[in-house]
């Protein structure tokens, strides 16, 4: 069965990255062999709507399961309609939570555990102190 | 007039020129139009207490498709700039709060599957605040597209001597939608590194767009000179400095206007108003100047 995780490096040792849409990597994994094909996320800097493109990736990519840190409603509401099965709150080395899941030791959650835009850096207007906008140097076009 | 108050760095002092700017003007018999533009914090209605007389929803148009119609080719997620739209198994998903309303998928789906209907995103407000015409929008919570409810807020301009439009602070499309058409921008700042980085970027911007500019330096007397230095070397006029008085942070803070709680500031303003009405003259005038000698 063909699942994806996301990671903060192109292997199975590295970090599973917290955010789904703005993650530096896809690793797209067969359960049965352990390999797996890592492709770095084009749309890490994307505008808006990075995790809907992400989402989009997944269902594109025949992926049965996404195992991240946190994904917002957008994503989520892609994977409902392509059939993914979405896995939150994972942590750790990518192999190890491969396992896991292998295992049964993960459930499925179902639905977003993060409001949109989460894993947009600086978030929004915190005081008077300027930093407005959506965070770290996205070139907002709204 | 439409003069525009902006600025790179937030929390500057934008909406205590605008305010105070319009209040000074207003006092001298002028007519004057106040319109708040900074749709995701609108303030100056904290301080110019305006008496609303209407209330209207501001929409934009998103699309929606007619699913008899559509094929699933995806070509409408392809052409969204904005990732508005995905196409998951044949079936096209919407998502509305990132849509800018542009219109592409329906102008390019083959199968003509698009209709458009509108969408609540904010408010505006209209009334008056001593004889000043008041206008200010609010994009509701969670909603992006400030620049609708902008341009819809921008919409309320009459025809009054002096329009002062206070723009949202930074550089990014809600300022452009709030300063592009204005006669000129008077950029606020302050005399610290963070004023002099975030003014640099709102001169790059007011350039960009050719705009007429000047500078306000707030809290003047604090921070270094770099601000100033910047300004001479650049040939960008200073036409207002308010020194870093207490008395104003302390009336801020309790809501008054700043030439109520102290009324010597009244000529500060008078004097801004003079400064940038010169400057224009001025300006326009070289306009004129070279517009003719290269048509002789």
């Given amino acids: 069965m063909k699942i994806a995780i996301?990671?903060?490096?192109?292997?199975?040792?590295?970090?599973?990255?917290?955010?789904?849409?703005?993650?530096p990597y896809y690793l797209f994994i067969d359960t049965e062999t352990m390999?797996?094909?890592?492709?770095?996320?084009?749309?890490?800097?994307?505008?808006?709507?990075?995790?809907?493109?992400?989402?989009?990736?997944?269902?594109?990519?025949?992926?049965?399961?996404?195992?991240?840190?946190?994904?917002?409603?957008?994503?989520?509401?892609?994977?409902?309609?392509?059939?993914?099965?979405?896995?939150?709150?994972?942590?750790?080395?990518a192999r190890q939570a491969v396992e896991k899941f292998k295992a049964g030791a993960l459930v499925v959650s179902?639905?977003?555990?993060?409001?949109?835009?989460?894993?947009?850096?600086?978030?929004?207007?915190?005081?008077?102190?300027?930093?407005?906008?959506?965070?770290?140097g996205r070139n907002r076009r709204s | 007039m439409k003069l525009a108050i902006a600025s790179g760095k937030g929390g500057t002092g934008k909406t205590t020129i605008a305010t105070n700017l319009a209040l000074t003007l207003d006092d001298k018999g002028m007519e004057v139009q106040l319109l708040d533009c900074d749709v995701e914090e609108p303030n100056c209605h904290i301080f110019l207490k305006p008496k609303i007389e209407s209330t209207a929803p501001v929409t934009v148009l998103i699309p929606k498709v007619i699913e008899e119609k559509c094929t699933g080719c995806g070509v409408?997620?392809?052409?969204?700039?904005?990732?508005?739209?995905?196409?998951?198994?044949?079936?096209?998903?919407?998502?509305?709060?990132?849509?800018?309303?542009?219109?592409?998928?329906?102008?390019?789906?083959?199968?003509?599957?698009?209709?458009?209907?509108?969408?609540?995103?904010g408010i505006i407000e209209e009334g008056k605040a001593s004889g000043i015409s008041f206008t200010h929008g609010f994009l509701n919570i969670g909603e992006l597209m400030s620049p609708a409810v902008i341009d819809e807020v921008k919409k309320a301009a009459g025809d009054k001597e002096i329009v002062i439009?206070?723009?949202?602070?930074?550089?990014?499309?809600p300022v452009i939608a709030a300063v592009k058409d204005a006669d000129f921008v008077l950029l606020v700042t302050e005399?610290?590194?963070?004023?002099?980085?975030?003014?640099?970027?709102?001169?790059?911007?007011?350039?960009?767009?050719?705009?007429?500019?000047?500078?306000?330096?707030?809290?003047?007397?604090?921070?270094?000179?770099?601000?100033?230095?910047?300004?001479?070397?650049?040939?960008?006029?200073?036409?207002?400095?308010?020194?870093?008085?207490?008395?104003?942070?302390?009336?801020?803070?309790?809501?008054?206007?700043?030439?109520?709680?102290?009324?010597?500031?009244?000529?500060?303003?008078?004097?801004?108003?003079?400064k940038i009405i010169d400057l224009h003259q001025n300006m326009m005038q070289a306009e004129q100047q070279e517009k003719t000698a290269t048509e002789s």
């Avoid at chain 1, 989520?76 to 942590?91: D, E, M, N, Y």
């Avoid at chain 1, 850096?121 to 915190?126: A, E, H």
């Avoid at chain 2, 969204?80 to 998928?105: R, T």
């Fill in chain 1, 6 to 23: 996301t990671a903060t490096g192109p292997s199975l040792d590295d970090q599973v990255e917290a955010r789904f849409g703005r993650t």
């Fill in chain 1, 35 to 93: 390999e797996f094909e890592a492709i770095q996320n084009p749309n890490v800097a994307a505008g808006g709507g990075a995790g809907i493109q992400s989402a989009q990736l997944m269902a594109d990519n025949d992926v049965k399961y996404v195992l991240t840190g946190n994904c917002g409603p957008n994503a989520s509401r892609v994977f409902g309609s392509a059939g993914v099965k979405l896995i939150v709150g994972v942590t750790g080395i």
């Fill in chain 1, 110 to 136: 179902g639905q977003a555990n993060v409001a949109s835009h989460f894993g947009m850096g600086g978030g929004q207007g915190m005081g008077g102190g300027g930093g407005r906008g959506m965070g770290a």
């Fill in chain 2, 76 to 121: 409408c997620a392809e052409v969204c700039e904005y990732s508005a739209i995905a196409v998951i198994k044949g079936k096209v998903l919407i998502f509305p709060e990132l849509c800018h309303g542009c219109g592409a998928c329906k102008l390019f789906c083959p199968e003509n599957a698009f209709i458009e209907v509108p969408r609540e995103v």
């Fill in chain 2, 165 to 173: 439009l206070d723009s949202p602070p930074g550089t990014s499309c």
């Fill in chain 2, 191 to 274: 005399p610290t590194p963070f004023g002099l980085n975030d003014l640099e970027l709102a001169v790059g911007m007011a350039r960009e767009l050719k705009l007429p500019f000047a500078v306000a330096i707030n809290r003047s007397d604090v921070g270094n000179e770099d601000v100033k230095e910047y300004c001479r070397r650049e040939k960008i006029e200073i036409v207002l400095e308010i020194p870093n008085d207490r008395r104003i942070a302390e009336a801020y803070s309790r809501g008054e206007m700043v030439i109520h709680a102290l009324p010597e500031y009244q000529k500060t303003f008078e004097t801004c108003w003079e």
